[in-house]
């Protein structure tokens, strides 16, 4: 059977379409838009507000699941829904297997007390079930219970290596940090190469707006002779104005390091050992966090620095943090999967019994070119988005390194139980922080390019994050 050409064109842009996006057919999930972050909206939380979603454990919790479009009850059903902790912790509660439980919606509303025992995932199916005893699934809905410690702290997403047109960037400062807010991002830090007034001129540009998007200072440090790449996030002072000018004084410094290092390994070199040791001492001294910068990363054929220098650095653990997983776009972990190896250092650090606080970025050198921007980035576990806390919260090994490359599968890595956690926000909590994101970020590039009508916008949006933290969070 032949096909006319306008019926093989609208097959072809069929096909487009579905694979671009993903379907609803018989209860499976399509036709769900990803977010630029590559997160997906949770279809349930399209059609219904549930509240609270994180909740303490051990302990009886009410739950309210809300239709926002649909009617309920309805005349001659029944409802009833089945309840299962994904982790089978249910020591208190005996719970064996899943059975159906009978519930009452009154006025769209289903309420359901419960027992969330220890820390895991839970998941509730509501069903429908009609005059002829046939049950519909009304939705599935997710819930995690967090053991005191971590039920107080709050997740808050950053990316603290990227670059502007101050150095080898593509985008403004100000581009730059509006389109942080508008990929999801609540704190950033600018960290052109060389140049720690760049990020200082972003905090001034948006110093006096209405945002909840936290600015810090930073830049990422290249000592001279010293191939080593280091990020300083929130340092109250740049270090390149150290040696910019003169460099015998860093020189000199870094002499004296070298003089008590006593005996290193074969092929570590001595003075870009040293000359690493005085950076993170230098980034610490101004109240900052340094970070050793993609430890495997290969411009060219061989490594950018000596193996047995990563090595080196590993074993002495003279960084705050390691940029665990780094933005790398997809064609390029095609040749060198930088982030597998490093994951495997980690591990194999982890195993040693080694620290190693974990940070996740995306040194990105272009916001609007680039598979990598707002899918690379850190989640802190702590008490607020200020500095002290988050830097606290990276060094008591209270985060996780995110990657998403080509804005497919999310995957964070870190400590177990803080990565089973994120797995949960990734799918049911953040992809709708991320959407309240989006707006205040458009609006701010808007007033980075000079248009401070939108000031007024931005107050109306201030504080929509944190309240909906309020709702997901139990009281």
Not at 102 to 110: A, M
Not at 440 to 463: D, P, S, T
Request: proline share 5%; charged share 25%.
């Amino acid at each position: 059977m032949k096909r006319s050409l306008k019926s093989v064109i609208l097959f072809t842009v069929s096909a487009i379409l579905i694979s671009g996006f993903n379907l609803f057919v018989s209860g499976q999930e399509l036709f769900i838009p990803a977010l630029s972050s590559g997160l997906k909206v949770h279809l349930a939380d399209r059609y219904f507000e549930v509240f609270p979603k994180i909740v303490p454990a051990d302990k009886e919790t009410t739950i309210q699941i809300i239709s926002r479009y649909e009617t309920f009850p309805k005349p001659e059903h029944t409802y009833r829904f089945v309840y299962t902790p994904v982790g089978r912790y249910a020591h208190i509660t005996g719970w064996i297997k899943a059975v159906a439980e009978e519930i009452i919606p009154q006025n769209n509303v289903f309420e359901i007390k419960k027992f969330f025992e220890s820390e895991q995932e839970h998941i509730i199916r509501l069903e429908e079930v009609n005059s002829e005893g046939k049950a519909k699934e009304i939705g599935t809905f997710h819930f995690y219970s967090l053991k005191p410690d971590l039920f107080v702290l709050r997740p808050f997403k950053g990316d603290i290596h990227m670059h502007s047109f101050r150095s080898d960037g593509r985008e403004a400062p100000g581009y730059v940090v509006g389109a942080c807010r508008r990929a999801g991002l609540d704190f950033m830090a600018l960290t052109d190469h060389r140049n720690y007034s760049a990020s200082i001129e972003t905090i001034e540009l948006f110093k006096d707006l209405p945002i909840d998007l936290k600015i810090f200072p930073g830049e990422e440090v290249h000592p001279p002779d010293n191939p080593v790449h280091f990020i300083s996030f929130g340092a109250t002072e740049g270090i390149t104005e150290l040696y910019r000018d003169d460099d015998s004084v860093y020189r000199k410094e870094v002499q004296a390091i070298m003089e008590k290092l006593g005996q290193l390994p074969e092929d570590v070199d001595r003075f870009q050992y040293a000359s690493s040791v005085w950076a993170f001492q230098k980034i610490r001294e101004r109240g900052g966090l340094g970070i050793f910068a993609h430890p495997y990363w290969r411009p060219g054929n061989a490594n950018y620095i000596s193996y047995a220098l990563v090595d080196y650095i590993f074993e002495n653990r003279i960084f705050d943090a390691l940029e665990l997983i780094s933005g790398f776009g997809w064609s390029e972990l095609q040749t060198v999967d930088v982030n597998n190896l490093q994951v495997a250092k980690y591990l194999e650090a982890k195993s040693k019994g080694y620290k190693i606080p974990v940070v996740g970025i995306s040194d990105s050198h272009g916001c609007e070119v680039s598979d990598m921007f707002g899918r690379y980035y850190t989640i802190c576990f702590a008490s607020s988005v200020e500095l002290p806390e988050l830097i606290k919260a990276i060094k008591e090994e209270m985060s996780v390194a995110v990657e998403t490359p080509a804005g497919r599968l999310p995957r964070a890595y870190g400590p177990f139980r803080l990565v089973n956690y994120s797995h949960f926000l990734l799918r049911y909590v953040l992809p709708l922080h991320d959407e309240m994101c989006f707006e205040e970020g458009r609006l701010m590039l808007e007033y980075a390019g000079a248009n401070a009508e939108v000031i007024e916008q931005l107050k109306l949006l201030r504080g929509q994050v944190e309240k909906y933290y309020n709702q997901v969070w139990a009281k």
